[in-house]
């Protein structure tokens, strides 16, 4: 039987990207994604012996979440920003920590491991050098806002038809926007757009406040 997983992010572009790099994998099963803490509680209940990951700052009582997944024999993993530590997990029933900007192949890894009952990074120990993200950067620099805005949806999952609606424009002028996005990120489909989106803090950061500001913007159309 496939290992369970449980995805939990406020950033939808996170969940999203994670969600196409597990959907590929036989030996795992994507059993929930989850935006809220109800929503998580709820699969945590509903999905024993899973893995589970989920970033600290969505929760208020981490103790209390770490025992209640224990208490369904499953595996915690912290999502962390680059140059955070893993202080705040020493003592506490957690598999180890993984970086947002984690790579496709290393989230599996992380996640088979975690499985298996051991842990990712020792406690107390940081999770990763504090680097900047200069691919991510330069990346951004040479995006327009327009182009960052359909980056961010299509991260999203949404398709040319929609985005053209959202952006009050046309299905051909959005081709073209990613011809050029495409361009200027090096890759080839949308696919590889969202991965690399996701695998770049600052990439994926100004995309997830670009759809933030979209979706304000469609709330006051509305009003």
Not at 109 to 122: E, I, K, N, S, W
Not at 190 to 195: I, N, T
């Amino acid at each position: 039987m496939p290992q369970a997983v449980i995805l939990a992010d406020t950033q939808m572009i996170f969940r999203t990207g994670a969600a196409r790099v597990l959907a590929g994998e036989s030996d795992l099963s994507l059993a929930a994604q989850c935006a809220t803490l109800e929503h998580l509680l709820a699969a945590i209940d509903a999905f024993p012996r899973a893995v589970v990951l989920f970033p600290e700052n969505m929760v208020t009582d981490l103790d209390h979440l770490l025992a209640r997944i224990a208490k369904r024999d499953s595996w915690a993993i912290l999502i962390v920003e680059a140059g955070a530590t893993s202080a705040n997990v020493r003592e506490r029933p957690v598999a180890g920590v993984l970086l947002r900007s984690v790579e496709g192949k290393d989230l599996l890894a992380g996640v088979r491991q975690a499985a298996l009952g051991q842990t990712l990074v020792p406690p107390g120990k940081r999770a990763q050098a504090d680097l900047p993200d200069a691919v991510g950067q330069r990346v951004l620099q040479r995006l327009t806002p327009k182009e960052v805005q359909i980056l961010a949806l299509v991260a999203h999952g949404a398709k040319n038809k929609e985005i053209a609606v959202q952006l009050a424009t046309t299905e051909q002028v959005i081709k073209n926007y990613l011809h050029s996005i495409y361009d200027k990120t090096g890759v080839s489909d949308r696919l590889e757009l969202a991965l690399f989106t996701l695998h770049h803090a600052d990439l994926a950061a100004a995309a997830e406040r670009a759809r933030q500001q979209l979706m304000e913007s469609g709330r006051k159309c509305l009003k």
